[in-house]
């Protein structure tokens, strides 16, 4: 079946540090991998996406690539700020569509 | 404008209450979801509809009953409901093109309190 594994947190990092998340997952055929963001008390916002193999999704400093060969679709920005304080979800929607598989979440905390 | 919205922001009600959870979107998308996100976790699949129908029912308790009037609105209705359902309640919505590999837009969500 489908699912997502994500790296477990709490992560707390100082201003301007490199972050990166662990995301792989297993699904069969060519799903589409996402990350979301969900900021204190919001709903969840798309942050990026990569639809096949070896896209880069990039957004607002963050960037993902999608590796079949290693299943993995790691977040990483170069230097995070207190503004990037929030939970990160990984997910996959599979080649039906229909369905989302998300990961456990990621909880950031940027202190300055 | 990948725009989904919901109301109320927050709801308070008794068990015994009748209330309705709405949700809007207006980006011509024909699959509208209903997720349930409990703290620190990740949202919970409830309900799809694809073109106005029922598609997946994820075993959820006959308390919550989805409606979907046309393929910009969808609601949940909710009534005799447990303190265990307290929980921020998400909408979202997808092109909804079977076979292709859906992006999901999502609202900023109902924070319900069950009293």
């Known amino acids: 079946g489908n699912s997502v594994t994500q790296m477990e947190g709490p992560v707390t990092l100082s201003e301007e540090a490199f972050l990166t998340i662990n995301c792989t997952y297993t699904?069969?055929?060519?799903?589409?991998l996402f990350w979301y963001v969900q900021y204190p008390g919001e709903g969840l916002q798309l942050l990026l996406k990569?639809?096949?193999?070896?896209d880069k999704g990039s957004n607002k400093g963050f960037e993902a690539t999608y590796r079949k060969e290693t299943t993995s679709f790691h977040l990483e920005k170069g230097s995070v700020q207190v503004s990037d304080s929030a939970v990160y979800f990984c997910?996959?929607?599979?080649?039906?569509?229909?369905?989302?598989?998300f990961g456990t979440g990621t909880s950031l905390t940027v202190i300055p | 404008d990948t725009e989904v919205t919901q109301t109320p922001k927050h709801l308070v009600m008794g068990m015994t209450n009748k209330k309705s959870l709405k949700c809007e979107q207006h980006?011509?998308?024909?699959?509208m979801y209903w997720y349930k996100q409990k703290a620190k976790k990740p949202p919970e699949l409830m309900f799809v509809?694809?073109?106005?129908?029922?598609?997946i029912n994820e075993s959820v308790p006959s308390r919550f009953s989805p409606e979907c009037p046309n393929s910009s609105l969808l609601n949940l209705h909710l009534h005799a409901l447990q303190p265990e359902d307290s929980a921020l309640y998400l909408c979202?919505?997808?092109?909804?093109?079977?076979?292709?590999?859906?992006?999901?837009?999502f609202g900023p969500g109902t924070r319900l309190l069950v009293l």
């Open positions: 509809y694809s073109y106005e129908k029922l598609s």
């Open positions: 979202a919505s997808s092109q909804g093109s079977s076979g292709r590999r859906e992006t999901q837009y």
């Open positions: 699904a069969t055929g060519y799903p589409s």
């Open positions: 997910a996959l929607s599979d080649q039906a569509g229909n369905q989302f598989y």
């Open positions: 990569a639809t096949k193999a070896d």
């Open positions: 980006m011509g998308h024909r699959a």
